[in-house]
């Protein structure tokens, strides 16, 4: 595994395993000149490109959230579809968002995480659900929108 030292300031940081919008994130940070970290185990191939850093972690189920949740900083914004990593960043004062432009919060995290709990119970009692749908080109576009107002509001919040 390679750490990478961040520099100062609000860094994109990625659940890069199974993320269906890496090329928009790194499109949009592009734009506003923020670098992005692609954090994903070994299982992925991903490659660095301008402004994109990769870290490559264990395989495991966990292993990429928890070198996520244990090099974030207040201020970051952290892009997962895993509400426990979610709500580890959101109590390290990270913004959030999902692949597809949901932006979690406290006051949503609560719900999401009992959803969570109920779900693992059901898999553990046999009954398995097929998984969330293949993203669309429409979500892809309403997520690039939205991560280009969430990092509009976090540079304004960061430059007064």
């Known amino acids: 595994m390679r750490i990478i030292v961040k520099s100062k ?3 994109i940081v990625v659940d890069g395993d199974a993320c269906p919008v890496k090329k928009e994130i790194a499109a ?3 734009k506003f000149g923020i670098p992005v970290l692609l954090v994903s185990s070994y299982d992925h191939a991903l490659q660095a490109e301008e402004g994109v850093s990769v870290v490559q972690v264990e395989r495991g189920a966990d292993s990429a959230d928890l070198y996520i949740a244990n ?3 207040a201020g970051d914004l952290v892009i997962t579809q ?18 597809r432009g949901l932006e979690y919060d406290n006051s949503n995290m609560d719900l999401m995480l009992e959803g969570r709990h109920a779900r693992a119970v059901e898999r553990r009692r046999g009954k398995y659900s097929k998984g969330p749908k293949p993203i669309t080109a429409e979500e892809k576009i309403f997520f690039q929108h939205k991560l280009t107002k969430v990092l509009a509001l ?6 007064r």
């Open 154 to 159: 976090l540079q304004e919040n960061v430059e």
């Open 71 to 73: 090099h974030v900083s």
């Open 82 to 99: 895993d509400y426990g990593l979610a709500a580890l960043a959101l109590g390290k004062r990270c913004s959030v968002l999902s692949f």
């Open 28 to 30: 949009v940070a592009r």
């Open 9 to 11: 300031g609000l860094t």
